[in-house]
C-alpha cells in the first residue's frame, strides 16, 4: 500500500526556523496536507499543496512540494512555544474515495 | 456554530463488551470517517461513508461495525471482537470534495480495563 514516512522528533529554539520534512511513494498523488495535533485534541488543517504547484506560503508557514522526489516539507518562520504539537503529513492519491494515508506525525518540541 | 461532536471525551469499559462511540456533524457533508490513532502511530482508517446508507470498510475494520441511516451521524461500535480497543478514536467529514481535507472531531479516548 502507500506509504508516508515522517522523522518522528523535533526540536528548536524559539524564534528559530522549524523545517518538518516528509516522503511519500504515491506517485498518484493529488493533494498534499499539513495538520498540527496538541495534546488530546483531534487534528487541525494547517496548510494543503496540490500536486501541480511547488511552493506555498501563509503566513508563517511555506509549504515545499518535489514531486520528482517525493518530498514535502513545512518549514514554520519565528517558531513559538505554541507551535509545540504534533505535526501530520498526509496524502490523498488518485480516486475518489476520499481516503488520506498519514504518517506517523513530528512532535515539535519548542524551547524557550 | 457548525462542527462535529464526538461523545463521549472518555469512555472506560471492561474486556468484552461492545461500546459505541457517537460522531454527529451539522455541516452538511456528505463523506465521514473514522479513525483510530495509537501513540506514536499515524491514523489507520476504521470505516468510511460517502453518502448515507452506504459505509466502506478501510485498513483495519475488523472488530468494529458502523451504520450510516441520517447524514449527520456516524457512529462506530468497537465490538468484543476488537482484540486492542484501547486507542484515541477520531471522526471526520469532508467539506471540500475537490480538495478532500478531512475535516477532524476532537476524539474519543476509549479504554479496556
Known amino acids: 500500500g502507500e506509504d508516508v514516512e515522517q522523522s518522528l522528533f523535533l526540536s528548536v529554539r524559539e524564534g528559530d526556523s522549524s523545517v518538518i520534512n516528509c516522503t511519500y511513494t504515491d506517485s498518484s498523488s493529488t493533494y498534499l496536507y499539513w495538520y498540527k495535533q496538541e495534546p488530546g485534541a483531534g487534528l487541525q488543517l494547517l496548510t494543503y499543496i496540490f500536486s501541480n504547484m511547488d511552493m506555498k506560503q501563509d503566513q508563517r508557514l511555506t509549504v515545499l512540494l518535489n514531486k520528482k522526489d517525493k518530498h514535502l516539507s513545512l518549514r514554520i518562520a519565528d517558531t513559538q512555544t505554541g507551535d509545540s504539537a504534533i505535526y501530520f503529513c498526509?496524502?490523498?492519491?488518485?480516486?475518489?474515495?476520499?481516503?488520506?494515508?498519514f504518517g506517523k506525525g513530528t512532535l515539535l518540541t519548542v524551547n524557550p | 456554530d457548525g462542527g462535529i461532536t464526538q461523545s463521549p471525551k472518555y469512555l472506560f469499559r471492561k474486556e468484552g463488551q461492545n461500546v459505541t462511540l457517537s460522531c454527529e456533524q451539522n455541516?452538511?457533508?456528505?463523506?465521514m470517517y473514522w479513525y483510530r490513532q495509537d501513540p506514536g502511530q499515524g491514523l489507520r482508517l476504521i470505516y468510511y461513508s460517502q453518502i448515507v446508507n452506504d459505509f466502506q470498510k478501510g485498513d483495519i475494520a475488523e472488530g468494529y461495525s458502523v451504520s450510516r441511516e441520517k447524514k449527520e451521524s456516524f457512529p462506530l461500535t468497537v465490538t468484543s471482537a476488537q482484540k486492542n480497543p484501547t486507542a484515541f478514536y477520531l471522526c471526520?467529514?469532508?467539506?471540500?470534495?475537490?480538495?478532500?481535507?478531512?475535516?477532524f472531531g476532537e476524539g474519543s479516548r476509549l479504554t479496556v480495563l
Open positions: 455541516l452538511n457533508h456528505d463523506a
Open positions: 471526520a467529514s469532508v467539506p471540500d470534495r475537490a480538495r478532500g481535507e478531512l475535516f
Open positions: 498526509a496524502e490523498r492519491g488518485g480516486g475518489s474515495n476520499y481516503k488520506l494515508t
